[in-house]
């Protein structure tokens, strides 16, 4: 594996600067594109599980943070209060469940909206120390792929379970293979809301999802939120370190402290269960991991340049230009090299990363094919342009890590 913070940089996906500060990384182009692929995926795949999207503020009155425990439990890693004046103080967010809490008390609900799936992706801060900052392992400011589901104690299983499983689909489109499932428990330095009988029902229904799952997990302590248990996937960097990077969480709490109600079907008041989830978690470590697990090589449907388009010669530029037009119009992100950029063969290294190469010279414009170049190193037969880009678009729209499924007669 590659180490994100120079091949990031290698690649133009991100940098930094001091004037913008420490934690702090702006996003390139080719990085944006990246980012932006992921970001579809991930609200594409939440939309067809249910969840329904919401935007929330950056900013929160300190007492939003008091009401849910992340003041008296998690201050010293938030920044400090913004004086309004009149004795209002506002805070940046260090988490978005407080946002949503609200969002789901701001109307009356009943057991029949229930499993409520509330999804976002928000900004929130981390006051990190220098020394802890890394590249986008551990950064200052934080874009969450963040969801609460509010339903009811029966449902909370089968909701996690759904967690699980839309975190696994999430790894095998991107080529993410975990370190390890963890289950995170409270340790004993009390930084955990003391709430013994919530802590032991939240225990047991993450471990009988674990254990229906038939995923291998460890027990740790000390690694729980200050209001739950949960379940973290793990993965490991280049050099071995682990992070967390999707986790399900039980949080009985919350709800409890918001005051947090829906009517049952008995027309009584009854409290919701709040899952917390997160299917890729930041994206910022997402992206970086991903960068060193495929080493700028990434799966066609997220890489920043899906399709490098090769002209022989200047005579075949109007082709090229041709076909790039007919790719942005399919939403493949293309890009064409010619040969003022050096010989074909310089332009193929140059392109190495890139998924597909189209080798356009005088005989393939002249009867509308086009010659390919896989980044595996095949060369597929010349075919027409629209059969490529109708196989190329399917894989792509399909989220798939292969580069092609096309017949034995490819080859190398």
């Known amino acids: 594996m590659h180490d994100h913070r ?16 420490a934690g702090l990384p702006y996003w390139l182009p080719d990085g944006a594109a990246v980012r932006h692929a992921l970001e579809e995926y991930i609200r594409g795949e939440e939309r067809r599980a249910g969840y329904r999207h919401v935007y929330s503020p950056v900013l929160g009155k300190r007492e939003l943070y008091e009401i849910s425990g992340h003041w008296s439990h998690y201050s010293d890693d938030m920044y400090p209060p913004m004086d309004l004046g009149g004795g209002e ?19 009356h609900r009943s057991y029949r909206e229930l499993p409520l799936r509330m999804a976002e992706l928000g900004g929130m801060y981390r006051a990190e120390l220098s020394g802890v900052l890394g590249g986008l392992t551990r950064v200052r400011a934080i874009q969450l792929n963040d969801a609460h589901i509010f339903c009811t104690l029966d449902q909370v299983a089968e909701e996690a379970r759904g967690a699980l499983e839309m975190i696994r689909r999430a790894y095998r489109a991107l080529g993410i293979v975990p370190a390890r499932y963890r289950l995170s428990l409270p340790g004993a330095d009390g930084k955990y809301v003391a709430a013994p009988e919530l802590w032991q029902r939240s225990t047991a229904l993450l471990t009988d999802v674990l254990d229906r ?11 729980a939120a200050f209001y739950g248990p949960k379940i973290d996937v793990q ?24 005051g947090l109600h829906y009517t049952g079907p008995d027309g009584a008041k009854h409290r919701p269960v709040m899952v917390h989830r997160a299917v890729i978690g930041s994206v910022e470590r997402a992206v970086a991991h991903l960068v060193e697990q495929h080493g700028g090589a990434f799966p066609a449907w997220l890489a920043p340049t899906q399709l490098v388009i090769l002209p022989v010669s200047d005579g075949e530029r109007p082709d090229a230009e041709a076909l790039a037009r007919r790719c942005e119009g399919l939403g493949l992100r293309a890009g064409t090299a010619g040969p003022e950029r050096g010989s ?9 990363l890139v998924p597909y190469q189209v080798v356009i010279g005088p005989r393939e414009a002249a009867d509308g094919l086009v010659a390919v170049r896989l980044r595996d190193g095949r060369r597929l037969e010349a075919c027409p342009v629209e059969e490529f880009l109708g196989r190329a678009g399917a894989l792509v729209g399909a989220h798939s890590t292969a580069l092609w499924d096309g017949p034995p007669s490819a080859h190398r």
């Open 213 to 223: 799952s038939g995923v291998a997990y460890e027990a740790a302590e000390g690694e």
């Open 6 to 21: 120079q091949l990031g940089r290698e690649l133009d996906l991100f940098d930094t600067d001091p004037l913008i500060g």
């Open 344 to 352: 074909l063969g310089a332009r193929i290294r140059e392109a190495r």
């Open 89 to 107: 103080q506002v805070v940046l967010r260090p988490s978005l469940c407080p946002h949503h809490a609200v969002i789901y008390r701001s109307r």
């Open 235 to 258: 993965v490991a960097d280049s050099v071995g370190r682990e992070s967390t990077l999707s986790t399900v969480q039980v949080d009985l709490h919350q709800p409890e402290r918001f």
